[in-house]
């Protein structure tokens, strides 16, 4: 990543398709939809489609990596929302849903992102505004402010047990 003037950002990847099994794209049955995914100085990514569009399970997939992208950054910002809130994040889980509807067409969209975090903070005082932090979070989230669709969260605050 390249900071520029004035906030901007740019990054850069190279997907490369790794699937010609000898006949390139002769048919749609004729090859795989495996992708390396790469980024200087980072492990590879190993990607395909998603199964029902005769990926590869064990890879990731778009659809995967844009729901990763949503519940990071959000866990991101909270945990920065949480720090000028003065809240003492302890633990942070999230099983961050997402709802993908097809055209009949052959293309389609998300619908929408649902988040879940569960989140321990260390006293009963911070239960309110690690609530609250999580809307001050969405309004910070870049990949959030970046779709067309609603991203949602449906959190959970806990209090993380003495001597824990």
């Not at 190279?14 to 090859?31: I, L, N, P, Q």
């Not at 994040?89 to 055209?103: H, K, P």
């Not at 402010?145 to 209090?159: D, L, M, Q």
Request: proline share 5%.
């Amino acid at each position: 990543m390249a900071q520029h003037p004035l906030g901007e950002h740019r990054y850069a990847l190279t997907a490369t398709w790794t699937g010609d099994r000898g006949s390139g794209t002769s048919g749609y049955r004729d090859y795989a939809r495996d992708v390396t995914i790469s980024i200087d100085g980072k492990p590879d990514l190993l990607a395909s489609a998603d199964r029902p569009f005769r990926g590869d399970p064990a890879r990731w997939n778009p659809e995967d990596m844009l729901i990763a992208a949503l519940a990071e950054c959000h866990l991101l910002s909270y945990l920065h929302a949480c720090v000028t809130a003065g809240v003492v994040v302890t633990s942070y889980r999230d099983e961050a849903t997402g709802l993908m509807r097809e055209d009949g067409r052959g293309g389609g969209a998300f619908a929408e992102v649902v988040l879940h975090p569960q989140v321990t903070v260390a006293d009963p005082s911070m239960i309110e505004a690690a609530e609250q932090a999580h809307h001050q979070a969405h309004d910070w989230c870049f990949i959030a402010n970046s779709v067309n669709f609603p991203v949602r969260h449906e959190a959970t605050v806990t209090v993380a047990a003495l001597g824990s």
